[in-house]
């Protein structure tokens, strides 16, 4: 199974919302226990293939919430569900999530842009977003060295 790797723009919306998800289950916990349980979130979320993952119902969401091969946090994992959802609202509109990120990063600045995905995305708030778009290979600025070793190239 491939991973995205952090630090580089993935190649479509399912690494963009791979790495959304590392961000989100890395939050309280350390990036090693998340890799840990990489190839099982892979397995589990269908390798994040965005229109499956938003296709998910109540009955899957359950069924992963006991899914040994991830991390078992039910609301993250429904957040990733309404995630894919939102991308998936995004891509319809731009054609693809990457290009909505892409191009809001270009014409609103890296501010704007990771306010606009904490509004709209769960489990992502102002600073995860920032670290997301550096993970997702934006440019954002100086980043600490806690934030490259957590969200950067390994």
Do not use: C
């Not at 609202?89 to 995905?117: C, M, N, P, R, Y």
């Amino acid at each position: 199974m491939k991973h995205v790797t952090p630090g580089q723009r993935p190649d479509n919306d399912a690494g963009y919302l791979e790495m959304m998800t590392k961000v989100i289950f890395m939050g309280g916990l350390n990036r090693q226990v998340v890799e840990g349980k990489w190839d099982g979130f892979l397995a589990a979320f269908d390798e994040f293939d965005v229109g499956r993952v938003a296709d998910y119902n109540e009955e899957k969401i359950e069924a992963l919430s006991e899914d040994e091969r991830i991390i078992r946090y039910a609301a993250k994992i429904k957040a990733v569900v309404d995630n894919a959802r939102t991308m998936l609202e995004l891509a319809d509109e731009h054609g693809s999530f990457g290009d909505w990120l892409q191009g809001s990063v270009a014409d609103d600045g890296v501010d704007k842009t990771a306010k606009a995905i904490a509004k709209q995305f769960k489990y992502m708030s102002e600073d995860s977003s920032r670290r997301y778009l550096y993970a997702v290979g934006e440019d954002v600025g100086e980043v600490s060295e806690k934030v490259m070793k957590k969200y950067g190239p390994s």
